[in-house]
């Protein structure tokens, strides 16, 4: 995991997204993803008593059931200091290993730029 100073600004957009859905959504998370078109699925987290996900688990579930083939980038808003690794394999199984993770906090400063593995 490294930090990156200038971020591409499909990258800026996905982050941005991320941390609306946060906000609008009063969720704990909020996560964006990137599809192989340029396609963007945002998402919050997930918290029933029956189905538990985290906003990036469901942006990707939401652009493999769009029929997204793989993911370009995936961003995640959160407290969190670094991605979860459940987060970095969801990414993985659809965009591959080495797929960018983007992790920011709630302000939407880049903590982490990480690759799914």
């Not at 499909?10 to 959504?25: C, H, Q, V, Y």
């Not at 996560?31 to 906003?55: I, M, Q």
């Not at 199984?93 to 983007?102: N, R, S």
């Amino acid at each position: 995991m490294s930090d990156i100073v200038e971020l591409d600004p499909e990258d800026k957009k996905i982050i941005t997204l991320a941390r609306s859905a946060r906000a609008r959504n009063g969720v704990a998370e909020g996560a964006a993803v990137r599809d192989e078109t340029g396609r963007t699925y945002v998402a919050g987290t997930v918290a029933l008593e029956s189905l538990k996900l985290s906003a990036l688990q469901t942006a990707v579930a939401m652009a493999v059931a769009s029929g997204a083939k793989s993911l370009e980038a995936a961003a995640v808003v959160s407290e969190a200091r670094e991605p979860a690794e459940a987060d970095l394999a969801a990414v993985r199984d659809l965009g591959g290993a080495g797929t960018p993770v983007l992790l920011a906090g709630p302000d939407g400063a880049l903590r982490v730029a990480a690759e799914a593995r």
